[in-house]
């Protein structure tokens, strides 16, 4: 039993709508077995994890897993429960599971929960799955589970990878707000909402947060003068850079000192009431450089927490320490204290760790004592000067007990260094009375934070925790906004690109900067920044998170959500073109039926209230709506068709609904009772004076997602008279000439959109006149492309058989063989004939064309087809009079 393949599914998915990981497991010698199979395995595996037996399973109540390890289930299901109780022992926390057959015996796909912000390529997922099937297998063996160390190691891990406690507070935030966030890598970097409203934090700090304030609070001195100068009550003090300057500043002070680094952080190197010479020159040496010495203000230690100029919440610092119990040794009791699982190293939980270090052991001896030493019951005994929860220290907070003259005065401080988030220490007597009046023993100001953490108010360890993340997201997004941008996604077998484009145009018509997704790139404001395969979720995120995009139309492809999940959470309008047979033996996908319910998950992610955009001529997508996670009932509903009779769309408008149609040669919004033309459909670009008609399906589909994100009616007829082909939909219907014959270019690869391009061509120039170069990819099923050849064997008479340039798994002229032979079998007198590749098929296919004739041709790479054309001297033109009649609707 082994791991073959990990991958992970980074956002909702046809699964969850969480991301997921999947795990191919290979059975091997359990292939045939089940857990009842041997004797004793379900109570040692139980015994082994105890935890096993609150799990749920199918039956949806605690112990519904026990009921399925006794009956007998196999192993694939057992090693992905067993991976779920592990990842909850060490804190990770999923509760999704699903075990499916891999295709072959002995192989199935462990789809298991991951934490929504764990990073997509953590080493985690596929760890715990092989602890997990080393611990099925010593059980199996009759040996105990030897899974302890491996927790360990895993936890440790996970912790380290896990956003610390400031930065999942704003993700928690964000996202109770509805607003995206992405976390970036394993950094506390995050992206919060999207587009031109898209803000970035990490931390405590935000895209506001001011680069001159960062550099005025990495200097202290430099931060007491400026609230100094502003009437801030701060400490009398000064700068040292040499040791006779710090003792001068001493001797002019009189009395105890702080001296800190004048750039330090986090406490270090920090000493307090220092009240002889000799202590001075220790810790000025101590710092390393440059330091303050300013006057030891008495008082409790106040941390309080500023956001957008307004107090949010305060805590008491208490330094660290320990509590004598007269029995445990200093060492001992530090020893419990760091047991406590609130406390973990650095930041990564609300506590940290105390440490038995130099400035631990100098701190005990002032209090004449030593590690080993058993302090008396109910004596404290300090390890740290400083109050840092860095350094183990902990925190009450007083947030309700901060006086009103007080907040204002630590408003006035964030601003006058420049800080939209900031950390405002004090010593004072009580924060419940005004505000000192100058930095004496009324108390001071004393220190002001960038990025302040926001561990102890989330977590205090006593009084009230605070919501601070949350008042960094309202500052971030002031009024309630959700940080969204108007949001198309748009899928289906056939037209989804075309659709995509025109949607795209459609809407910067509104003078909208507009973020396009395809499957040949990236487009902002029409323009291709990035050449590639653009249909999946990182092209998603790269337009989502772009700061200058206004709206987005993601092209969202099948392979990008099988192997990737979703780029983005929910959408405004979701379309779906159409779903026919294609992509049939890949990835699991068997019949029409596994596309649909790839493609539906398009149709799931429109968020309540979006509109949700389908064929009614599709049979498939009318019944699409009943399906339970599309809940169409909390969504709006809106129809295309090619037929306005189309009883869907005809009841769908009585019952007050929108569609829109083509009608007496109108593409037509149907608004209830109520008819709009759009444009008369011979005037279309690129439905070749109406003889195109999955041009002008594709047309109604993004006529209907721009008008749902409220573009005016004026503007979709302006911009879809504007839309060129040549130039904005290359390679979908691209017709050019060469000599006196006709080169219409197409992309279509499935025996539906073949079809439709062939009946266009025939419509154009009758088929007598047609002639066509086709390849087909291999990566289909046999049937599939059987089903293909034989659609061009029944509409071509005249054809050249080319192999794509990535065989996908294909022998050399496999395909071609396969197509001609299917062809000949559909139409006993077609002429094929095979070309090695796309140049000579198009220079043979040429050659078989007479003047006047068309020669469609089919490819999987346009940009080669487009450079032998142009050699050829091919020029675009224009359509010509349909050599049939076209429907008139």
């Given at each position: 039993?082994?791991?073959?393949?990990?991958?992970?599914?980074?956002?909702?998915?046809?699964?969850?709508?969480?991301?997921?990981?999947?795990?191919?497991?290979?059975?091997?010698?359990?292939?045939?077995?089940?857990?009842?199979?041997?004797?004793?395995?379900?109570?040692?595996?139980?015994?082994?994890?105890?935890?096993?037996?609150?799990?749920?399973?199918?039956?949806?109540?605690?112990?519904?897993?026990?009921?399925?390890?006794?009956?007998?289930?196999?192993?694939?299901?057992?090693?992905?429960?067993?991976?779920?109780?592990?990842?909850?022992?060490?804190?990770?926390?999923?509760?999704?599971?699903?075990?499916?057959?891999?295709?072959?015996?002995?192989?199935?796909?462990?789809?298991?929960?991951?934490?929504?912000?764990?990073?997509?390529?953590?080493?985690?997922?596929?760890?715990?799955?092989?602890?997990?099937?080393?611990?099925?297998?010593?059980?199996?063996?009759?040996?105990?589970?030897?899974?302890?160390?491996?927790?360990?190691?895993?936890?440790?891990?996970?912790?380290?990878?896990?956003?610390?406690?400031?930065?999942?507070?704003?993700?928690?935030?964000?996202?109770?707000?509805?607003?995206?966030?992405?976390?970036?890598?394993?950094?506390?970097?995050?992206?919060?909402?999207?587009?031109?409203?898209?803000?970035?934090?990490?931390?405590?700090?935000?895209?506001?947060?001011?680069?001159?304030?960062?550099?005025?609070?990495?200097?202290?001195?430099?931060?007491?003068?400026?609230?100094?100068?502003?009437?801030?009550?701060?400490?009398?003090?000064?700068?040292?850079?040499?040791?006779?300057?710090?003792?001068?500043?001493?001797?002019?002070?009189?009395?105890?000192?702080?001296?800190?680094?004048?750039?330090?952080?986090?406490?270090?190197?920090?000493?307090?009431?220092?009240?002889?010479?000799?202590?001075?020159?220790?810790?000025?040496?101590?710092?390393?450089?440059?330091?303050?010495?300013?006057?030891?203000?008495?008082?409790?230690?106040?941390?309080?927490l500023v956001v957008a100029g307004r107090v949010v919440a305060a805590a008491e610092r208490i330094p660290g320490h320990v509590v004598g119990?007269?029995?445990?040794?200093?060492?001992?009791?530090?020893?419990?204290?760091?047991?406590?699982?609130?406390?973990?190293?650095?930041?990564?939980?609300?506590?940290?760790?105390?440490?038995?270090?130099?400035?631990?052991?100098?701190?005990?001896?002032?209090?004449?004592?030593?590690?080993?030493?058993?302090?008396?019951?109910?004596?404290?005994?300090?390890?740290?000067?400083?109050?840092?929860?860095?350094?183990?220290?902990?925190?009450?907070?007083?947030?309700?007990?901060?006086?009103?003259?007080?907040?204002?005065?630590?408003?006035?401080?964030?601003?006058?260094?420049?800080?939209?988030?900031?950390?405002?220490?004090?010593?004072?007597?009580?924060?419940?009375?005004?505000?000192?009046?100058?930095?004496?023993?009324?108390?001071?100001?004393?220190?002001?934070?960038?990025?302040?953490?926001?561990?102890?108010?989330?977590?205090?360890?006593?009084?009230?925790?605070?919501?601070?993340?949350?008042?960094?997201?309202?500052?971030?997004?002031?009024?309630?906004?959700?940080?969204?941008?108007?949001?198309?996604?748009?899928?289906?077998?056939?037209?989804?690109?075309?659709?995509?484009?025109?949607?795209?145009?459609?809407?910067?018509?509104?003078?909208?900067?507009?973020?396009?997704?395809?499957?040949?790139?990236?487009?902002?404001?029409?323009?291709?920044?990035?050449?590639?395969?653009?249909?999946?979720?990182?092209?998603?995120?790269?337009?989502?998170?772009?700061?200058?995009?206004?709206?987005?139309?993601?092209?969202?492809?099948?392979?990008?959500?099988?192997?990737?999940?979703?780029?983005?959470?929910?959408?405004?309008?979701?379309?779906?073109?159409?779903?026919?047979?294609?992509?049939?033996?890949?990835?699991?996908?068997?019949?029409?039926?596994?596309?649909?319910?790839?493609?539906?998950?398009?149709?799931?992610?429109?968020?309540?209230?979006?509109?949700?955009?389908?064929?009614?001529?599709?049979?498939?997508?009318?019944?699409?709506?009943?399906?339970?996670?599309?809940?169409?009932?909390?969504?709006?509903l809106v129809w295309f068709s090619l037929d306005p009779d189309n009883p869907v769309v005809r009841q769908h408008c009585a019952d007050g609904?929108?569609?829109?149609?083509?009608?007496?040669?109108?593409?037509?919004?149907?608004?209830?009772?109520?008819?709009?033309?759009?444009?008369?459909?011979?005037?279309?670009?690129?439905?070749?004076?109406?003889?195109?008609?999955?041009?002008?399906?594709?047309?109604?589909?993004?006529?209907?997602?721009?008008?749902?994100?409220?573009?005016?009616?004026?503007?979709?007829?302006?911009?879809?008279?504007?839309?060129?082909?040549?130039?904005?939909?290359?390679?979908?219907?691209?017709?050019?000439?060469?000599?006196?014959?006709?080169?219409?270019?197409?992309?279509?690869?499935?025996?539906?959109?073949?079809?439709?391009?062939?009946?266009t061509v025939q419509t154009l120039w009758g088929a007598d006149r047609c002639v066509a170069a086709v390849t087909l990819p291999g990566d289909?099923?046999?049937?599939?492309?059987?089903?293909?050849?034989?659609?061009?064997?029944?509409?071509?008479?005249?054809?050249?058989?080319?192999?794509?340039?990535?065989?996908?798994?294909?022998?050399?002229?496999?395909?071609?063989?396969?197509?001609?032979?299917?062809?000949?079998?559909?139409?006993?007198?077609?002429?094929?004939?095979?070309?090695?590749?796309?140049?000579?098929?198009?220079?043979?296919?040429?050659?078989?064309?007479?003047?006047?004739?068309?020669?469609?041709?089919?490819?999987?790479?346009?940009?080669?087809?487009?450079?032998?054309?142009?050699?050829?001297?091919?020029?675009?033109?224009?359509?010509?009079?349909?050599?049939?009649?076209?429907?008139?609707?």
């Amino acid at each position: 039993m082994k791991v073959l393949d990990v991958r992970r599914l980074r956002g909702p998915n046809v699964y969850l709508d969480r991301p997921v990981q999947v795990v191919r497991v290979a059975l091997g010698d359990l292939t045939e077995r089940e857990s009842n199979d041997f004797v004793g395995f379900p109570d040692r595996i139980l015994d082994a994890f105890p935890g096993l037996a609150e799990h749920h399973c199918a039956a949806g109540e605690p112990g519904g897993f026990v009921t399925r390890l006794h009956g007998g289930t196999y192993f694939g299901h057992v090693v992905e429960h067993v991976a779920i109780e592990m990842s909850h022992l060490i804190g990770r926390p999923v509760s999704f599971g699903r075990t499916v057959s891999g295709g072959a015996a002995g192989l199935y796909d462990l789809v298991i929960e991951c934490p929504q912000d764990e990073r997509a390529d953590s080493p985690l997922p596929g760890a715990l799955l092989e602890a997990a099937i080393l611990a099925v297998r010593q059980v199996l063996a009759g040996r105990p589970a030897e899974h302890e160390r491996a927790l360990t190691a895993l936890r440790d891990q996970f912790e380290e990878e896990a956003p610390g406690p400031s930065t999942a507070s704003i993700i928690d935030a964000a996202r109770r707000r509805g607003i995206p966030v992405e976390r970036v890598n394993a950094l506390s970097l995050l992206q919060l909402g999207q587009g031109c409203r898209r803000r970035l934090a990490w931390a405590a700090m935000s895209d506001q947060t001011s680069a001159i304030g960062l550099e005025i609070c990495g200097d202290k001195e430099l931060t007491r003068q400026l609230l100094h100068r502003a009437g801030i009550p701060v400490p009398a003090g000064g700068p040292a850079r040499t040791l006779p300057q710090a003792l001068d500043l001493f001797a002019d002070l009189g009395g105890p000192v702080a001296v800190k680094p004048v750039n330090g952080r986090q406490g270090r190197h920090v000493h307090l009431a220092l009240d002889t010479a000799e202590a001075v020159a220790a810790a000025f040496f101590a710092a390393e450089g440059d330091v303050v010495v300013e006057q030891y203000i008495e008082g409790r230690d106040y941390r309080v927490l500023v956001v957008a100029g307004r107090v949010v919440a305060a805590a008491e610092r208490i330094p660290g320490h320990v509590v004598g119990d007269g029995t445990n040794s200093v060492e001992e009791l530090v020893e419990r204290l760091n047991a406590d699982p609130r406390r973990g190293n650095g930041h990564e939980k609300v506590l940290t760790r105390l440490r038995m270090d130099g400035n631990a052991t100098a701190l005990l001896r002032r209090q004449g004592l030593a590690a080993d030493a058993v302090p008396a019951a109910g004596r404290t005994v300090w390890l740290r000067d400083t109050p840092n929860l860095s350094t183990g220290g902990t925190s009450i907070d007083v947030t309700d007990r901060v006086h009103p003259e007080l907040a204002q005065l630590c408003g006035r401080a964030a601003a006058i260094v420049g800080l939209d988030i900031a950390g405002i220490d004090l010593r004072l007597p009580d924060i419940a009375a005004p505000p000192p009046l100058d930095g004496g023993a009324d108390g001071a100001l004393i220190e002001v934070n960038a990025a302040p953490g926001l561990r102890m108010h989330l977590a205090p360890s006593v009084g009230t925790p605070r919501y601070v993340g949350g008042a960094i997201v309202d500052a971030l997004f002031p009024g309630g906004g959700d940080g969204r941008i108007p949001t198309v996604a748009v899928t289906g077998t056939n037209g989804k690109t075309t659709t995509a484009r025109i949607t795209a145009h459609l809407l910067a018509g509104s003078g909208l900067r507009v973020g396009l997704t395809s499957t040949d790139g990236i487009y902002l404001d029409g323009r291709l920044v990035q050449r590639a395969d653009a249909t999946g979720p990182r092209s998603a995120q790269a337009v989502l998170g772009d700061p200058t995009v206004q709206a987005a139309v993601l092209e969202t492809a099948r392979g990008g959500i099988l192997r990737q999940g979703l780029g983005y959470d929910w959408t405004d309008v979701g379309v779906i073109t159409n779903v026919t047979a294609d992509h049939l033996g890949q990835d699991g996908l068997d019949t029409v039926e596994d596309v649909l319910h790839v493609k539906a998950l398009i149709a799931e992610r429109v968020r309540d209230g979006g509109t949700l955009v389908l064929n009614a001529d599709d049979p498939y997508l009318r019944e699409l709506i009943a399906r339970p996670r599309v809940r169409a009932e909390r969504k709006r509903l809106v129809w295309f068709s090619l037929d306005p009779d189309n009883p869907v769309v005809r009841q769908h408008c009585a019952d007050g609904g929108t569609a829109y149609a083509l009608a007496g040669g109108q593409l037509v919004e149907m608004a209830g009772q109520g008819r709009t033309p759009l444009l008369p459909a011979a005037e279309l670009p690129g439905a070749f004076n109406g003889a195109a008609r999955h041009m002008i399906a594709n047309a109604l589909a993004a006529s209907a997602a721009a008008r749902e994100l409220g573009t005016p009616r004026q503007v979709v007829e302006a911009q879809l008279r504007s839309f060129s082909p040549y130039d904005r939909n290359p390679g979908r219907g691209t017709l050019l000439r060469v000599d006196d014959v006709h080169v219409f270019v197409d992309y279509a690869h499935n025996p539906a959109a073949i079809e439709a391009v062939a009946r266009t061509v025939q419509t154009l120039w009758g088929a007598d006149r047609c002639v066509a170069a086709v390849t087909l990819p291999g990566d289909r099923s046999d049937q599939l492309l059987a089903d293909s050849a034989r659609v061009i064997g029944r509409m071509f008479a005249r054809v050249v058989v080319y192999p794509d340039a990535d065989l996908r798994g294909r022998s050399a002229g496999e395909v071609p063989e396969l197509m001609c032979r299917e062809m000949r079998r559909e139409n006993p007198g077609v002429r094929c004939e095979q070309a090695p590749d796309v140049a000579e098929a198009i220079t043979k296919a040429t050659a078989m064309s007479g003047p006047g004739d068309v020669l469609l041709v089919l490819y999987e790479k346009l940009d080669p087809v487009l450079s032998i054309l142009r050699s050829m001297g091919a020029r675009p033109v224009d359509a010509p009079t349909p050599a049939a009649p076209v429907a008139q609707r």
